[in-house]
């Protein structure tokens, strides 16, 4: 599965941003996927994820309420619709391909598969 990750960009604090990711491979649908994000200094952290066939979603305490992860299997995509976004938002994110439901527990060390970051900045 090879991931590619766009809709990064800078907006206030209490905009919204729509990131997607568009994965090639005919085994898009046998996979769960997510999104990751990496701020400056610290260590890439669990976001969102969502079970195959839009199933059931996860997310991180920090984002719950805010975040909606969803996928588009015939279109091969993830998205991930950030509102009322906080500077604290403010970092890379990755999307993220797994065979395995690690649910809410899902860390960067397990991930099969990482599409590039799309650097989103959220100004105060």
């Known amino acids: 599965v090879q991931l590619q990750a766009s809709g990064g960009g800078l907006v206030q604090a209490g905009g919204s941003l729509s990131l997607s990711c568009a994965a090639s491979g005919r085994t898009f649908r046998s996979h769960v996927m997510g999104w990751f994000r990496q701020a400056p200094g610290k260590e890439r952290e669990f976001v969102a994820a969502i079970r195959r066939s839009g199933g059931r979603t996860y997310y991180a305490d920090s984002v719950k309420g805010r975040f909606t992860i969803s996928r588009d299997d015939a279109k091969n995509t993830v998205y991930l619709q950030m509102n009322s976004l906080k500077p604290e938002d403010t970092a890379v994110y990755y999307c993220?391909?797994?065979?395995?439901?690690?649910?809410?527990?899902?860390?960067?060390?397990?991930?099969?598969?990482w599409g590039q970051g799309t650097l989103v900045t959220v100004s105060s």
């Open positions: 993220a391909a797994d065979l395995v439901d690690y649910g809410s527990s899902w860390v960067a060390e397990t991930v099969d598969y």
